[in-house]
């Protein structure tokens, strides 16, 4: 019995040494980056969405990076296009290149409420790194003519701002 014991515990340690030695190899650990959006007006009340609101996470990994996005008080069964854009909301750039979303028949990111208006999606890229002198940004748009705004209007946004902790999956040491 207490060579069984010691041998768990031996492969414990082993197997917690070579995770932490992967995770050093491999650099930093994936920073994480969040994000509140809130309605950017007057579009947004324009559209009859003025409570739309929601959460955006990035995962900034060494090789996978994804992106979620969760609204909420959108208009039901609507399609809505999305990307993760360069610049803050108060000045935003273009969508950063490399993000491969759920996407419609021109390439655009989608997101499709439900019909409680709430909706979920995602995206992924291999070759996404932030640029720490940069900021970033996540918009939600309105896909087609709505209430006489332009598809492709700005309906809500939300800053990625860097996390604290670096993500689950990075985490150093055994878990509890």
Known sequence: ?????????V?????ISIA????AASGQPAKVYKASLTAVNPAATTAGLADVGGKAQLVDGKKNNKVSLHMRNLAADTVYLWHVHEGTCAATGA?????????DAAGNG?????????G???GKSSTFNADPAKSYSVNVH???LTNGLAPGTIIACGDLKATKKPHPSQAKGPKS
Do not use: F, H, K
């Not at 019995?1 to 515990?9: D, F, H, L, P």
């Not at 932490?20 to 995770?23: D, E, Y």
């Not at 989608?110 to 409680?116: A, D, M, Q």
């Open 11 to 15: 492969a414990s340690i082993a197997a």
């Open 95 to 103: 969508p950063v290149p490399g993000w491969t979303y759920r996407t």
């Open 1 to 9: 019995m207490t060579r069984r014991i010691t041998a768990v515990a």
């Open 20 to 23: 932490s030695a992967a995770t």
């Open 110 to 118: 989608t997101l499709t409420s439900n019909e409680s208006g709430n």
């Open 142 to 144: 309105v896909s087609t």
């Open 120 to 122: 979920n999606t995602r």
